[in-house]
T-cell receptor, first 116, second 114 residues
Framework: EAGVAQSPRYKIIEKRQSVAFWCNPISGHATLYWYQQILGQGPKLLIQFQNNGVVDDSQLPKDRFSAERLKGVDSTLKIQPAKLEDSAVYLC??????????????FGPGTRLTVT | AQSVTQLDSHVSVSEGTPVLLRCNYSSSYSPSLFWYVQHPNKGLQLLLKYTSAATLVKGINGFEAEFKKSETSFHLTKPSAHMSDAAEYFCVVSHNQAGTALIFGKGTTLSVSS
């Protein structure tokens, strides 16, 4: 079975520019997650979708970050404008359900963002 | 509130010797606990999980972990390290309510020397 796909794999932008990341989850997975992994730290959840609805976006910096999953499949995460502290790996994951413990989350390879 | 503390940021072992990666957790609910591995330039992979069944959990590649409620610990072990085990390991806590995110520790880098 195909895994979680993400693009681009790497992106370098200047501060105050905008950037968008794309994620295609495993087929049939209703739940999609975006995580931010800063160097030297574990991933931190930014937003969780169930189909095309938001389940949890409490840690998403909404003044600059936005995410959508319009048709309940692919998702995009956008940063506008970017700051230096946004440099990180952005991971997308998907699972068959929303329960944190019951359903395994499958992770994509990530997009490494460098803001200069 | 939930959290995990990985007690060692870096562990070095020789090939063929035992591996011990330590993790303590804090949770207001009955937790689910996981260990994930991240190899360079690869995605996170689930090694094993505990979800209130047997306290000794066996995972892939010979790894296992024991849930100890009295010690709030979930240490990862392997009897004999292999060079291919060198990677970043994350201890993760969650619980079974819908919508609950995975809470990751800061990670432990495992180095294996020949």
């Amino acid at each position: 079975e195909a895994g979680v796909a993400q693009s681009p794999r790497y992106k370098i932008i200047e501060k105050r520019q905008s950037v968008a990341f794309w994620c295609n989850p495993i087929s049939g997975h209703a739940t999609l997650y975006w995580y931010q992994q800063i160097l030297g730290q574990g991933p931190k959840l930014l937003i969780q979708f169930q189909n095309n609805g938001v389940v949890d976006d409490s840690q998403l910096p909404k003044d600059r970050f936005s995410a959508e999953r319009l048709k309940g499949v692919d998702s995009t995460l956008k940063i506008q404008p970017a700051k230096l502290e946004d440099s990180a790996v952005y991971l997308c994951a998907s699972s068959a359900g929303t329960s944190g413990g019951r359903y395994e989350q499958y992770f994509g390879p990530g997009t490494r963002l460098t803001v200069t | 509130a939930q959290s995990v503390t990985q007690l060692d940021s870096h562990v070095s072992v020789s090939e063929g010797t035992p591996v011990l990666l330590r993790c303590n957790y804090s949770s207001s609910y009955s937790p689910s606990l996981f260990w994930y591995v991240q190899h360079p330039n690869k995605g996170l992979q689930l090694l094993l999980k505990y979800t209130s069944a047997a306290t000794l959990v066996k995972g892939i590649n010979g790894f296992e972990a024991e849930f100890k409620k009295s010690e709030t610990s979930f240490h990862l072990t392997k009897p004999s390290a292999h060079m291919s085990d060198a990677a970043e390991y994350f201890c993760v806590v969650s619980h079974n309510q819908a919508g609950t995110a995975l809470i990751f520790g800061k990670g432990t880098t495992l180095s294996v020397s020949s």
